[in-house]
């Protein structure tokens, strides 16, 4: 561990420790690399383009988490924790929150309100997330 942020969200409840598992690292890198992949292609409709940046964002911060050693059931604090884990800057962990707002309008709401700008957006911060994990990957290892 060694992180106090991470920590005191361990002593407050927000996050549990676990050894990090090597299958589900690799697992969660594997699919958020494809999904950010697929995100790309130009002739899927815009929300399905949203839809898999957006959770290729999450499967990476998830790992870069697991990474660490913690684990988290809340999608929001798996985003939040990037400042931690990984050094993602403020204005860029804050282009995720947008997208986090954005997905849960969609999934509890049925409405989808999202643009060309935020799809780019979220993907050029998901790329940097997988970046960031893949250094700290190696040097884990």
Not at 90 to 113: F, T
Request: hydrophobic fraction near 40%; proline fraction near 2%.
């Amino acid at each position: 561990m060694g992180n106090q942020q991470l920590d005191n969200l361990v002593r407050v409840g927000q996050l549990k420790c676990e050894p990090p598992a090597g299958a589900e690292i690799q697992g969660l890198v594997r699919s958020g690399l494809r999904r950010l992949d697929d995100a790309e292609h130009q002739e899927l409709n815009l929300e399905s383009r949203f839809d898999l940046a957006y959770n290729a964002a999450h499967a990476l911060a998830l790992a870069a988490l697991r990474l660490r050693g913690y684990r988290s059931g809340s999608r929001y604090l798996v985003f939040q924790c990037l400042q931690h884990t990984v050094d993602l800057p403020m204005e860029q962990w804050r282009v995720l929150d947008q997208a986090h707002r954005k997905r849960n309008l969609a999934e509890y709401e049925g409405y989808m309100d999202v643009d060309e700008q935020l799809v780019a957006a979220t993907l050029r911060v998901a790329r940097e997330v997988a970046d960031r994990v893949d250094r700290l990957i190696k040097g884990v290892e």
